[in-house]
């Protein structure tokens, strides 16, 4: 129930979050959508898009969506009908052609919007508005200014726009009713292009006629002049008579014709004014019902060299000043929506505070309550698992005891010569106590892993397969091999499991013991073993921390460590070899196997101390690595030995690098002694003799005197040093004794080597 109430409170904020965003939506939706369709896309057309924006910045209700139909009629006249589709309520349009687009425009003006033509003209009589320059009168005035350059005589050629459009015939007829009131004048040639520059230049590369007796070139605008003159360039020569340029259009900024103007590469322009602001008005007050003029004209005048460079100054400056009100405008949309943000945010508060707080007291109640069944959870999880735990020591530590022996007892040779009854009671001995192990394992899966405590039960060491085994036991060493005289240090607080151990180890190995990990450290400390054998569960300090102890240790982190324990639960595991340990082996075990993986550890020890004593005294240092921290698992088939170096295998490294860059450092002083690189490792004399001795098997002297010889060696086989001068380089004190020990070392003689 109270979940489904916080459930219900989230849906009414939900909700409530919902409606105030609508209306502050709603209050901010624009009022009129304005299409706009440009019958191409170019400069002059991106100038006046630019105006109206600019011009909706002063109209908030307005929004302007733009479409150019780049010179193609089909194209435009389904930009107009799918604008028409949007639910505009007002079209823009300039018409790409004079007859194509009328259809588009006359299914606009007949479903009700008001359609203003703008710039260029069409042949219907459908629409609200006109608004554009007198391209007629433009055509009529650059001709009768081509006539006062040229002073009545000459050859001019004219270059069209776009065949069909309005501005271009209007352009064409002032100018041609200009020219003929002037006979000494001649057009030589009408050239056909599309407004672009590329079409005039193709256009004038593709005509066959005399071209170098041209005096004016008049382009309808500003861009299809320098197509013509890019072609007569091409076709002239670098270093040929030009004829001059005009054109229409008068834009500013580079490369637009008023700069052309006054840098004399046209003669003359004619401003074609864009006046997207005033387009824009115009369109806002047909919406808004306020008077407007149909026919709206629009003033334009002559660019020449004289006026040019003010012109340029003035459009430069308007530039600037439309930039800074664009920049403006940006902030002022900041601030305006910082505005709506801040007042949204004081209605969701104003109205969502008592839902709040309930809420908050909802949530904190359950989050109460919740706490307290996890509290209760865990608490009774934790006792749970320690009760079957502290069980599974308390049954299996007797199993051990009872298993390991009755195996002792049938392989000895009394049992093998017992009568038919004995042997009997032994195997009833043996197959019960091994039903019992199972059960025990049953009870304690059952309990741990039904639902209450979700762990694994580990299989015992009993459980490992004879193939396995048998593998272990060829692979452990002889009598002679590396455990002679190994120590081991049995650390357990059951005083029968370590007399059973001691029983199964005393034969083979030196035996230390300890009740308890703090006592276990003692020893180890004062003892060094080779080997500990540590059960977890014990007072004082348990058997993981003394793991952990041990392999953080300077003096005793080589020492290999078998957990042998009754806690048999993956976590229980996972947890021993994070502490450091190097096997883990579950009660109740095999002595075989404990036998094997005792020998397994030591034998890879062994092989670790001869790479380690090789390294002292070669140039090298040493490093742990996988190949040498798998050398038990790879040997052995031990599931339990780690694949990688382990922290303390990498503590030891650091230890034996230490410990040679110390003889390095100082291989040439004869008077160094033991003390004295104890010291600089900041060990006592006793402290670096054990962990040296451990480590390598050799004692700090002799890894010294070895690092000397092969030092002095190489010198002889390198450099043509005599023995004595290479006897006092490496620390001997006299070649004689040099001499003593190179023969002892290698065999041979110092000179021999070379």
Same mark, same amino acid.
């Given at each position: 129930?109270?979940?489904?109430?916080?459930?219900?409170?989230?849906?009414?904020?939900?909700?409530?979050?919902?409606?105030?965003?609508?209306?502050?939506?709603?209050?901010?939706?624009?009022?009129?959508?304005?299409?706009?369709?440009?019958?191409?896309?170019?400069?002059?057309?991106?100038?006046?898009?630019?105006?109206?924006?600019?011009?909706?910045?002063?109209?908030?209700?307005?929004?302007?969506?733009?479409?150019?139909?780049?010179?193609?009629?089909?194209?435009?006249?389904?930009?107009?009908?799918?604008?028409?589709?949007?639910?505009?309520?007002?079209?823009?349009?300039?018409?790409?052609?004079?007859?194509?687009?009328?259809?588009?425009?006359?299914?606009?003006?007949?479903?009700?919007?008001?359609?203003?033509?703008?710039?260029?003209?069409?042949?219907?009589?459908?629409?609200?508005?006109?608004?554009?320059?007198?391209?007629?009168?433009?055509?009529?005035?650059?001709?009768?200014?081509?006539?006062?350059?040229?002073?009545?005589?000459?050859?001019?050629?004219?270059?069209?726009?776009?065949?069909?459009?309005?501005?271009?015939?209007?352009?064409?007829?002032?100018?041609?009713?200009?020219?003929?009131?002037?006979?000494?004048?001649?057009?030589?040639?009408?050239?056909?292009?599309?407004?672009?520059?590329?079409?005039?230049?193709?256009?004038?590369?593709?005509?066959?006629?005399?071209?170098?007796?041209?005096?004016?070139?008049?382009?309808?605008?500003?861009?299809?002049?320098?197509?013509?003159?890019?072609?007569?360039?091409?076709?002239?020569?670098?270093?040929?008579?030009?004829?001059?340029?005009?054109?229409?259009?008068?834009?500013?900024?580079?490369?637009?014709?008023?700069?052309?103007?006054?840098?004399?590469?046209?003669?003359?322009?004619?401003?074609?004014?864009?006046?997207?602001?005033?387009?824009?008005?115009?369109?806002?007050?047909?919406?808004?019902?306020?008077?407007?003029?149909?026919?709206?004209?629009?003033?334009?005048?002559?660019?020449?060299?004289?006026?040019?460079?003010?012109?340029?100054?003035?459009?430069?400056?308007?530039?600037?000043?439309?930039?800074?009100?664009?920049?403006?405008?940006?902030?002022?949309?900041?601030?305006?929506?910082?505005?709506?943000?801040?007042?949204?945010?004081?209605?969701?508060?104003?109205?969502?505070?008592?839902?709040?707080?309930?809420?908050?007291?909802?949530?904190?109640?359950?989050?109460?309550?919740?706490?307290?069944?996890?509290?209760?959870?865990?608490?009774?999880?934790?006792?749970?698992?320690?009760?079957?735990?502290?069980?599974?020591?308390?049954?299996?530590?007797?199993?051990?005891?009872?298993?390991?022996?009755?195996?002792?007892?049938?392989?000895?040779?009394?049992?093998?010569?017992?009568?038919?009854?004995?042997?009997?009671?032994?195997?009833?001995?043996?197959?019960?106590?091994?039903?019992?192990?199972?059960?025990?394992?049953?009870?304690?899966?059952? #309990?741990?892993? !039904?639902?209450?405590?979700? =762990? *694994?039960?580990?299989? &015992?060491?009993?459980?490992?397969? $004879?193939? %396995? /085994?048998?593998?272990?036991?060829?692979?452990?060493?002889?009598?002679?091999?590396?455990?002679?005289?190994?120590?081991?240090?049995?650390?357990?607080?059951?005083?029968?499991?370590?007399?059973?151990?001691?029983?199964?180890?005393?034969?083979?190995?030196?035996?230390?013991?300890?009740?308890?990990?703090?006592?276990?450290?003692?020893?180890?400390?004062?003892?060094?073993?080779?080997?500990?054998?540590?059960?977890?569960?014990?007072?004082?300090?348990?058997?993981?921390?003394?793991?952990?102890?041990?392999?953080?240790?300077?003096?005793?982190?080589?020492?290999?460590?078998?957990?042998?324990?009754?806690?048999?639960?993956?976590?229980? #595991?996972?947890? !021993?070899?994070?502490?450091? =340990? *190097?096997?883990?082996? &579950?009660?109740?075990?095999?002595? $075989?196997? %404990? /036998?094997?993986?005792?020998?397994?550890?030591?034998?890879?020890?062994?092989?670790?101390?001869?790479?380690?004593?090789?390294?002292?005294?070669?140039?090298?240092?040493?490093?742990?690595?996988?190949?040498?921290?798998?050398?038990?698992?790879?040997?052995?088939?031990?599931?339990?030995?780690?694949?990688?170096?382990?922290?303390?295998?990498?503590?030891?490294?650091?230890?034996?690098?230490?410990?040679?860059?110390?003889?390095?450092?100082?291989?040439?002083?004869?008077?160094?002694?033991?003390?004295?690189?104890?010291?600089?490792?900041?060990?006592?004399?006793?402290?670096?003799?054990?962990?040296?001795?451990?480590?390598?098997?050799?004692?700090?002297?002799?890894?010294?005197?070895? =690092?000397?010889?092969?030092?002095?060696?190489?010198?002889?086989?390198?450099?043509?040093?005599?023995?004595?001068?290479?006897?006092?380089?490496?620390?001997?004190?006299?070649?004689?004794?040099?001499?003593?020990?190179?023969?002892?070392?290698?065999?041979?003689?110092?000179?021999?080597?070379?």
């Amino acid at each position: 129930m109270k979940y489904r109430s916080i459930v219900r409170w989230r849906q009414c904020c939900v909700a409530l979050l919902l409606i105030l965003v609508s209306v502050s939506c709603a209050r901010r939706q624009n009022q009129y959508i304005i299409g706009i369709s440009q019958c191409s896309d170019d400069i002059w057309r991106e100038k006046q898009n630019a105006e109206l924006r600019m011009g909706a910045y002063f109209h908030e209700n307005v929004e302007l969506r733009f479409a150019a139909a780049y010179d193609s009629d089909s194209r435009q006249l389904q930009q107009i009908d799918s604008l028409i589709k949007m639910g505009i309520d007002l079209l823009i349009v300039a018409p790409n052609q004079v007859a194509t687009i009328s259809p588009a425009i006359d299914r606009a003006y007949d479903k009700g919007i008001p359609v203003i033509v703008f710039e260029r003209k069409t042949n219907s009589r459908k629409y609200t508005a006109y608004i554009g320059a007198d391209n007629y009168e433009m055509g009529h005035v650059m001709a009768e200014y081509i006539t006062s350059r040229l002073h009545g005589k000459g050859k001019v050629m004219e270059v069209m726009g776009l065949k069909g459009s309005s501005p271009a015939i209007e352009r064409h007829n002032g100018f041609m009713e200009a020219m003929a009131e002037h006979p000494g004048i001649e057009v030589v040639a009408t050239l056909q292009g599309d407004w672009t520059e590329e079409s005039a230049y193709r256009a004038v590369m593709a005509y066959k006629g005399d071209l170098s007796s041209l005096d004016f070139v008049f382009g309808q605008n500003d861009r299809m002049a320098m197509g013509v003159r890019r072609a007569l360039q091409e076709k002239l020569g670098e270093n040929a008579r030009l004829p001059l340029f005009c054109g229409i259009d008068g834009l500013a900024g580079k490369g637009g014709g008023i700069q052309l103007v006054r840098d004399s590469v046209l003669d003359a322009s004619y401003l074609y004014p864009t006046h997207g602001d005033q387009l824009l008005q115009l369109a806002v007050d047909i919406l808004e019902g306020k008077p407007y003029e149909k026919e709206v004209q629009l003033m334009s005048a002559l660019v020449t060299n004289d006026n040019a460079n003010v012109l340029l100054m003035q459009s430069e400056e308007i530039a600037h000043q439309s930039d800074y009100i664009d920049q403006l405008h940006s902030r002022a949309d900041s601030y305006l929506q910082r505005l709506d943000i801040q007042r949204l945010i004081n209605l969701m508060g104003l109205a969502l505070v008592a839902l709040l707080l309930a809420v908050a007291v909802i949530l904190y109640r359950y989050h109460l309550q919740r706490l307290r069944l996890q509290e209760e959870r865990g608490k009774m999880e934790r006792e749970q698992l320690d009760f079957y735990t502290q069980a599974a020591h308390e049954l299996r530590t007797p199993l051990t005891l009872i298993e390991g022996p009755l195996d002792e007892l049938s392989a000895s040779p009394v049992f093998a010569q017992a009568d038919e009854a004995t042997t009997r009671l032994l195997d009833i001995l043996k197959r019960n106590t091994a039903q019992l192990s199972q059960q025990v394992n049953k009870i304690l899966d059952v #309990q741990t892993g !039904g639902g209450t405590v979700s =762990a *694994d039960i580990m299989p &015992t060491e009993r459980s490992v397969s $004879d193939d %396995l /085994l048998k593998e272990t036991e060829e692979l452990r060493p002889s009598s002679q091999d590396t455990e002679e005289q190994a120590t081991l240090l049995i650390v357990d607080d059951n005083s029968d499991i370590r007399a059973y151990l001691r029983h199964v180890l005393q034969g083979q190995y030196q035996v230390y013991e300890a009740e308890d990990g703090q006592k276990g450290l003692e020893v180890a400390r004062a003892q060094v073993p080779d080997l500990i054998v540590s059960d977890v569960m014990m007072p004082v300090m348990n058997g993981l921390d003394f793991c952990q102890r041990i392999k953080e240790d300077t003096i005793t982190s080589h020492i290999p460590v078998i957990l042998l324990t009754a806690r048999a639960l993956s976590k229980h #595991q996972i947890e !021993g070899f994070q502490s450091g =340990a *190097d096997a883990y082996i &579950t009660k109740p075990f095999s002595a $075989d196997l %404990l /036998l094997a993986r005792i020998s397994n550890l030591l034998r890879s020890r062994h092989q670790l101390k001869d790479i380690w004593q090789n390294s002292v005294a070669s140039l090298p240092s040493v490093t742990v690595t996988e190949t040498e921290a798998d050398t038990d698992a790879g040997k052995s088939g031990d599931m339990d030995a780690s694949p990688k170096p382990t922290p303390s295998q990498l503590r030891d490294s650091e230890f034996i690098a230490r410990f040679k860059k110390v003889i390095d450092d100082r291989l040439t002083d004869s008077d160094l002694s033991v003390e004295e690189i104890a010291s600089d490792m900041h060990l006592s004399r006793v402290q670096l003799y054990r962990k040296v001795k451990a480590l390598t098997g050799a004692s700090p002297v002799e890894l010294l005197r070895k =690092a000397r010889l092969v030092r002095g060696r190489q010198l002889l086989e390198t450099t043509s040093k005599n023995i004595s001068e290479v006897a006092y380089e490496v620390g001997f004190s006299a070649p004689s004794y040099f001499t003593k020990c190179y023969k002892d070392e290698f065999g041979t003689l110092p000179g021999e080597g070379r």
